[in-house]
């Protein structure tokens, strides 16, 4: 499956983006979906994922409340909606597909990736 993210840019702390994965390939209903970011100098950390059907969902400590993500499985569409953004939410932003029935918020569990998105948060 290919993986391409979009939505980053430039924000206020305290505004809004929306991050956009479109995927391409197997059956979207397939795979379970997550962001994750990487912030300069730092590893890759695990952000959201959602399941299969959506049914169910998982956060980051840091970003609960915060963020929510979403998937619309008709057009092959995972979002990230994030809120209430601080200058410690810039990074790089990933996408990720894996497959099996669980949500992982470890990247050792995600085959396909996306290229990134760079959401940047001045203060």
């Known amino acids: 499956v290919q993986l391409q993210a979009s939505g980053g840019g430039l924000v206020q702390t305290g505004g809004s983006l929306r991050l956009s994965c479109a995927a391409s390939?197997?059956?979207?209903?397939?795979?379970?979906m997550g962001w994750f970011r990487q912030a300069p100098g730092k590893e890759r950390e695990f952000v959201a994922a959602?399941?299969?059907?959506?049914?169910?969902?998982d956060y980051a400590d840091s970003v609960k409340g915060r963020f929510t993500i979403s998937r619309d499985n008709a057009n092959n569409m995972v979002y990230l909606q994030m809120s209430t953004l601080k200058p410690e939410d810039t990074a790089v932003y990933y996408c990720?597909?894996?497959?099996?029935?669980?949500?992982?918020?470890?990247?050792?569990?995600?085959?396909?990736w996306g290229q990134g998105t760079l959401v940047t948060v001045s203060s």
């Open positions: 990720a597909a894996g497959s099996g029935d669980s949500i992982y918020s470890t990247t050792v569990n995600y085959d396909y």
């Open positions: 390939g197997r059956p979207f209903s397939f795979f379970v």
């Open positions: 959602i399941s299969r059907y959506g049914t169910n969902t």
